[in-house]
């Protein structure tokens, strides 16, 4: 099954493109759309995503129990493309040796470049909804004692609701008081300023307070961003783009995609959208560094599928480790 938190409208007996009230769906594995139909109780929703992470523990990963991936898609994402690109990711991530869950949440952004400013500004409403139906759902079980490891990817301005989520969250007077966190966060094709993941940005502080690292995925090849810059008159460049600036915040880790990305070709892959700018759903490379993200058992400078060439962490097509998996073992003086 498929799970996700949905954030769009309810008209006419379907989901729209406009922001709504918080439903929450599960869907079977196959299904290229969603509806009304598939909205279950929000108690019965939590305790299967929980039983799901929690039932196949990861001897690579340093969480207690198990592992959740909350996946932000960013604009221009119909129903059908957020439920590929989960279903996707959840393939290349299994595949890759990663056991947990992939919870999709799902906020409205219409299926046209022109609405993208819109989408901007619908993407600042729901990101209140991801603070009040996800991370504050977080905190009670933190505080109940959940051991489940919750971590965040956002693509594109997935990654605009990320961070404002956590501004949010900031803001909120018994949310910011409670001990909560989340793990991993990873931005791919972040369509957000590089300039705000400054250690000094008064935005990023909140997201930077919660969680244990931001890995920020960039690619110079991205031309989607640089119409998304262009549309900002060329002011502020994107951290998908450019990766992180000079004074970065020390929980930040920039990933540069550019020289591997510039080896793939498009009628060879697997991908959906615009290529340069959503190539990571469907690589395997990509899911092999992400999975050893989330797992968090091996350093982020000794991640094999990344060398440093020139100061930076490059993106490289390396193997897993040959032994991880038993590298926890003990051998007990007989």
Request: proline letters at 6%; a neutral charge.
């Amino acid at each position: 099954m498929l799970y996700l938190i949905c954030a769009r409208k309810v008209k006419n007996g379907e989901f729209v493109g406009e922001p709504g009230r918080i439903s929450y769906i599960e869907v079977v594995p196959d299904a290229k759309s969603y509806g009304p139909s598939d909205v279950i109780k929000e108690s019965i929703w939590f305790d299967r995503v929980s039983n799901l992470a929690d039932g196949d523990p990861n001897p690579t990963s340093t969480s207690p129990k198990g592992d959740v991936l909350i996946f932000v898609h960013g604009y221009n994402n119909t129903i059908e493309t957020v439920l590929w690109r989960q279903r996707q990711l959840q393939n290349d991530l299994e595949a890759e040796g990663w056991k947990g869950i992939i919870v999709g949440f799902d906020w409205p952004s219409e299926d046209s470049t022109l609405n993208y400013l819109e989408d901007r500004s619908d993407a600042a409403e729901v990101a209140v909804s991801l603070v009040t139906n996800g991370i504050s759902r977080l905190a009670r079980g933190q505080q109940s004692g959940c051991q489940t490891n919750v971590h965040l990817l956002g693509h594109s301005t997935g990654a605009y609701v990320v961070m404002e989520a956590f501004a949010q969250a900031e803001k909120n007077g018994a949310l910011f008081k409670q001990p909560w966190r989340v793990g991993q966060v990873a931005f791919i094709g972040g369509d957000v300023a590089s300039s705000t993941l400054r250690v000094d940005s008064e935005w990023a502080a909140p997201l930077f307070r919660r969680c244990m690292r931001l890995s920020n995925y960039s690619n110079p090849n991205d031309k989607v961003l640089a119409v998304s810059n262009a549309k900002r008159l060329g002011v502020e460049p994107r951290a998908g783009r450019v990766g992180l600036p000079e004074n970065p915040h020390p929980k930040a880790v920039n990933i540069n995609c550019g020289e591997y990305f510039s080896t793939l070709d498009p009628d060879r892959s697997t991908f959906t959208g615009t290529f340069n700018h959503s190539w990571h759903i469907g690589n395997r490379v990509f899911a092999r560094d992400l999975a050893m993200v989330i797992e968090g058992g091996i350093d982020r400078l000794a991640i094999p599928t990344r060398k440093v060439k020139q100061g930076e962490l490059v993106l490289q097509d390396s193997p897993r480790p040959m032994f991880q998996s038993k590298w926890d073992k003990t051998n007990p003086v007989k």
